[in-house]
Structure formats: structure tokens, C-alpha cells
């Protein structure tokens, strides 16, 4: 069974800093793409950002320089960095698995087929 759980979500203030972890079992996740999306209620879910197999990241504009998606093969796992937060990064985050990279536009990258189930992430003003 693929699982692929989150955590380091939280409440924070504006300005403030956290970690996402993402951490897959039941498949290796290595040779493919995994990316962070987040979603709020009555909106579609979006890509935040997308790092492929080998290290290559692709940002939203909202978030770049302020977010960094990092991964650990060894450890079957991806990371986001969110620093300088804000309100507007109020979501729900999940982790994505078996993403299908693209070119530099995060539009060009598409979901793969393993979700975790969200991590809530909540930026007080």
C-alpha cells in the first residue's frame, strides 16, 4: 500500500517559518517528480512547487524566494521550506507523488496519482 504522509504544519504568524515533510512508503518515489499543492475551501487545488528526479524546482510566482521544496531520496521523502509567511499561504498543503515534470512554467507540470491527506497551515496576521 503507497502512503504518503505530511507533517510540520501549524499556526504562525505573519513573517514566520515553517516546515513541511512529506515522507512515502510502499513506493519509491525516486525516478519521478513530487511536488507540494495547496488547497482553501471552494478553490481548485494548485501546484505551490514541483522538484523532479533529479533536483530540478519550479515555484508559483506567489511563493518564490520565500518557499524552497527540497528532497531526500534515501529517505523517500520531500520537504518545503515556507519562510516569510503569509496570510494569504493560509491552506491546506498536500504532498503529491509521481508528478509528471515539465519546463520551467509550474502549468507544464502535471499530478501524479499518490496524494498524502494534508497538512493545514495557518498564518495569523
Not at 491552506?91 to 509528471?100: K, P, V
Amino acid at each position: 500500500q503507497v502512503q504518503l504522509v505530511e507533517s510540520g504544519g501549524g499556526l504562525v504568524q505573519t513573517g514566520g517559518s515553517l516546515r513541511l515533510s512529506c515522507a512515502a512508503s510502499g513506493r519509491t518515489f525516486s525516478s519521478y517528480a513530487m511536488g507540494w499543492f495547496r488547497q482553501t475551501p471552494g478553490k481548485r487545488r494548485e501546484l505551490v512547487a514541483g522538484i523532479d528526479r533529479r533536483g530540478v524546482t519550479v515555484y508559483i510566482d506567489p511563493v518564490k524566494g520565500r518557499f524552497t521544496i527540497s528532497r531526500d531520496n534515501a529517505k523517500n521523502s520531500v520537504y518545503l521550506q515556507m519562510d516569510d509567511l503569509k496570510p494569504e499561504d493560509t491552506a491546506l498543503y498536500f504532498c503529491n507523488g509521481e508528478m509528471q515534470s515539465g519546463t520551467s512554467d509550474p502549468r507544464t507540470w502535471y499530478r501524479g496519482n499518490y496524494w498524502g491527506q494534508g497538512t493545514q497551515v495557518t498564518v495569523s496576521s
